[in-house]
């Protein structure tokens, strides 16, 4: 069975995408720890990020820095924080995070809400410093 976020990366859930290429894409988290929240998956259906072949790995973090540096520009912040957790989601992924101190990336604070014009706003911003 296809997971979440296969289903996004079809077309068949919706979601605000920020960047995709062949192998990989980015969207905002829909349940975000701050403003820009973005997930970075891969294509391939791989449940445990340290499954994934070394090169595919690579890659991914290379698609990762390119969206981080784009996040950056549209959110200001000091730094985007990265980080994988695998549990929630089968299917390996990296969350990247826009930080002013280190109690933003706190999976366990409550989460920030935004309307859907806010984040198709922030969708566009983020793809425009991609262009």
């Known amino acids: 069975m296809a997971t979440i976020f296969s289903k996004?990366?079809?077309g068949e859930i919706?979601?605000?995408k920020v960047a995709e290429d062949d192998r990989f894409f980015a969207f905002l988290d829909i349940?975000?720890?701050a403003k820009g929240?973005?997930?970075v998956v891969p294509k391939i259906e791989v449940?445990?990020?340290f499954s994934i072949d070394d090169k595919t790995l690579a890659d991914m973090m290379?698609?990762?820095?390119?969206v981080a540096l784009a996040l950056e520009k549209a959110v200001p912040c000091k730094r985007i924080g990265v980080a994988v957790i695998g549990?929630?989601?089968p299917h390996a992924h990296i969350h990247l995070i826009p930080l002013n101190k280190e109690s933003d990336i706190h999976f366990?604070?409550?989460r920030e809400k935004f309307t859907p014009e806010e984040y198709t706003e922030l969708m566009k911003e983020i793809e425009a410093e991609m262009a």
């Open 8 to 10: 996004i990366a079809s």
């Open 14 to 16: 919706p979601a605000y």
């Open 31 to 33: 349940n975000p720890l």
């Open 37 to 39: 929240h973005t997930l």
């Open 47 to 49: 449940d445990y990020i």
């Open 62 to 66: 290379v698609f990762a820095k390119r």
């Open 87 to 89: 549990l929630e989601v």
């Open 108 to 110: 366990g604070k409550t």
